[in-house]
Structures are given as structure tokens and as C-alpha cells.
């Protein structure tokens, strides 16, 4: 599956984003979905994950409370709403596509990436 990422760009500090990554190839529907970023010289980490059918997700500490995940399967998308946006949320945001059945999202368990999309919140 091939994913594109898409939305990122330059907010202040308390604004919103949301996210889209949209998916061609193989059925979009038995993919569990993920969000990762990563920051500059830190490793990249999960942000949020949903399920193939949307019924379970998960949100980091970090981010629970202002980011959510959601998809639209009959659009092959997966997005990223991003409320009251701080600085430390300053990253390069990848979608990725993992077979592997429903669980907390780890990078290595993810067998598809998109190609990123940059996020900064100035101050």
C-alpha cells in the first residue's frame, strides 16, 4: 500500500491542524493505521492508532486529550485532528500501515510509511 501524507504546516501555539493520509493499493480497510512523528535528534514515536474499523484507538499521554484519529475507509484516508497545539509538538508526522492485528503502535510493527509532513508551532 502507498501512503501520502498531507496537511502539515505552520500554526501558533494554541491552533489546530488536522492531518490526511490517503492510501492506494491493497484494501485500505484491513489496515490497522498509525500516526508517528518524530522531532529533530530524538527518535521517532507513536502518536495515534485506530483499528480496520475504527472501533478501538489509541492516543499517546502526550497527546490524549488534543489529538484524534479517525478514518474513512470508503475514502482510503486516515486523519489527524490536532487541537491546542504546543511547541513540543513541533515534528515530522508520518502515517503508517501496519497487518499485524490490533495493539499499542510500535515503528518496527509498521510495514508501510508514508513519506511525512512537517508540523511547526511557534511559540
Known amino acids: 500500500v502507498q501512503l501520502q501524507a498531507s496537511g502539515g504546516g505552520l500554526v501558533q501555539a494554541g491552533g489546530s491542524l488536522r492531518l490526511s493520509c490517503a492510501a492506494s493499493?491493497?484494501?485500505?480497510?484491513?489496515?490497522?493505521m498509525g500516526w508517528f512523528r518524530q522531532a529533530p535528534g530524538k527518535e521517532r514515536e507513536s502518536v495515534a492508532a485506530?483499528?480496520?474499523?475504527?472501533?478501538?484507538?489509541y492516543c499517546s499521554d502526550s497527546v490524549k486529550g488534543r489529538f484524534t484519529i479517525s478514518r474513512d475507509n470508503a475514502k482510503n484516508t486516515v486523519y489527524l485532528q490536532m487541537n491546542s497545539l504546543k511547541p513540543e509538538d513541533t515534528a515530522v508526522y508520518y502515517c503508517?500501515?501496519?497487518?499485524?492485528?490490533?495493539?499499542?503502535?510500535?515503528?518496527?510493527?509498521?510495514?508501510?510509511w508514508g513519506q511525512g509532513t512537517l508540523v511547526t508551532v511557534s511559540s
Open positions: 503508517a500501515a501496519s497487518r499485524v492485528g490490533w495493539e499499542i503502535p510500535r515503528p518496527y510493527r509498521y510495514d508501510y
Open positions: 493499493g491493497r484494501p485500505f480497510s484491513s489496515y490497522v
Open positions: 485506530i483499528s480496520w474499523s475504527g472501533g478501538n484507538t
